[in-house]
């Protein structure tokens, strides 16, 4: 196994403590291996002295380094510097992941560093994905879920149906249908053409003069963002419950769909590297699949529902049932495979290229940057999407430009899809 050795005069001086299995049981995504995979995995500890570079930013990713001790500043290219201290939660997750450093550490505290070598990481994403390829088995700490239980025992999983329109518009676009036969089917639906006018008029796409018809819409936005656009109109209807409390929980995920969609623009737009349209559609059906449970609940609600246990399952529903409703709506596979891909910050592997997944998993990071879940978020330096932006295209001080330039994206996209009631 091969590490890297810098400062190698300085890097090895100080005695090896040992390192338990208790220890790396602690790390992430690391904790995923049984003890005998720990048992068996090389490691090696490194110590540096104040002042000392442990990576460079630009060179390749040879092992998972973790802090164990002391402290370090990770600095990206003209920007502030982010400490990391041991013994916190930052210090759980390793320092970079992909195939490239995109920040260069820096010793502030004389630090210890664990290199664990990178196959690890994949092995990882091998069990994550053996045990998601294990349709709808409900996990240990859901067992007593009687939720979740009936909803999958119970033959209720009814795939939410879009409007006919959709599928009608992407089936004529696939067939190259004449612009006067995409008006007409858009026509069948009126709230849906009076829709596509209004977004042809939002910031998003607004031109010189407004436009008044469903014709003058399409040629403004474009063939393949109306049928995204559609598509994302229509699934606003899906989020309709009626029961008190259950009704609560599917605003608040329409919410954050319409916000991760939101984000998913916005980066790409920014990012130049996908269509805005395809990535905010991605961003609002990565959590589809809380609609058919959600319905679920909302018909037997009149039973009595523990609402703690709806709660609890929807982190298996979301990526479970999701990627069944989009394989069931047609969707292409590098939208049918996200919910699988963005549960982990991790599951996603290097890859020169930046893809959709990447973009939508960095939305979903930089939705909870502002809420409260932002503590227990790991530093944008150790996911492996952040490693697939060249050049320093995302840095923290530009995360949090995004996030201040995406507020009015959010608000602008909240008034485009609105929860139906």
Not at 32 to 42: V, W
Not at 320 to 343: A, C, H, M, R, Y
């Amino acid at each position: 196994m091969k590490f890297f050795n810098k400062n190698k005069e300085n890097s090895a001086k100080s005695p090896q403590p040992s390192i338990t299995i208790s220890s790396l049981q602690r790390l992430i995504p690391i904790a995923q291996l049984n003890q005998q995979q720990l048992e068996k995995l090389p490691v090696r500890i490194k110590n540096f002295k104040a002042g000392q570079v442990v990576f460079n930013r630009g060179e390749i990713i040879e092992s998972l380094d973790y802090l164990m001790a002391g402290e370090l500043y990770l600095e990206g290219e003209g920007e502030k510097a982010f400490q990391i201290e041991a013994d916190t939660f930052y210090a759980l997750y390793p320092l970079a992941t992909g195939q490239y450093y995109n920040v260069t550490a820096i010793v502030k505290k004389d630090a210890q560093i664990l290199q664990l070598p990178v196959q690890a990481l994949s092995v990882c994403r091998k069990i994550y994905q053996s045990n998601q390829t294990k349709k709808l088995k409900i996990p240990e700490s859901l067992k007593n879920n009687s939720v979740l239980r009936g909803f999958l025992s119970s033959n209720n999983l009814k795939v939410p149906a879009l409007s006919n329109v959709v599928f009608k518009l992407r089936r004529a676009i696939e067939d190259d249908a004449d612009l006067p036969s995409i008006v007409k089917i858009i026509n069948l639906d009126p709230s849906l053409s009076a829709k596509l006018i209004q977004v042809s008029n939002s910031p998003l796409y607004r031109g010189v003069s407004p436009t008044s018809s469903c014709l003058a819409a399409i040629n403004r936005i474009g063939l393949n963002a109306t049928k995204n656009i559609i598509t994302s109109i229509s699934l606003s209807q899906l989020y309709s419950i009626k029961h008190r409390g259950i009704d609560k929980i599917a605003s608040y995920h329409w919410q954050q769909s319409v916000k991760i969609g939101a984000l998913s623009y916005v980066l790409a737009r920014e990012l130049k590297v996908c269509n805005p349209d395809e990535a905010m559609l991605a961003g609002l059906t990565c959590q589809i699949g809380v609609i058919p449970f959600l319905r679920y609940v909302d018909s037997v609600a009149d039973n009595e529902i523990d609402l703690s246990e709806v709660t609890a399952a929807l982190p298996f529903v979301i990526t479970s049932i999701s990627q069944i409703v989009l394989e069931k709506w047609g969707f292409p596979d590098e939208i049918k495979n996200l919910p699988l891909q963005i549960k982990d910050w991790f599951l996603i592997e290097a890859s020169e290229r930046i893809q959709l997944a990447d973009i939508v998993l960095l939305a979903r990071y930089h939705g909870l940057l502002d809420g409260s879940l932002k503590t227990k978020l790991p530093p944008i330096t150790a996911l492996p999407s952040f490693s697939h932006l060249k050049n320093g295209a995302l840095t923290a001080d530009k995360s949090l430009k995004i996030l201040v330039d995406a507020q009015q994206q959010v608000r602008q996209a909240m008034q485009i899809f609105p929860q139906s009631r």
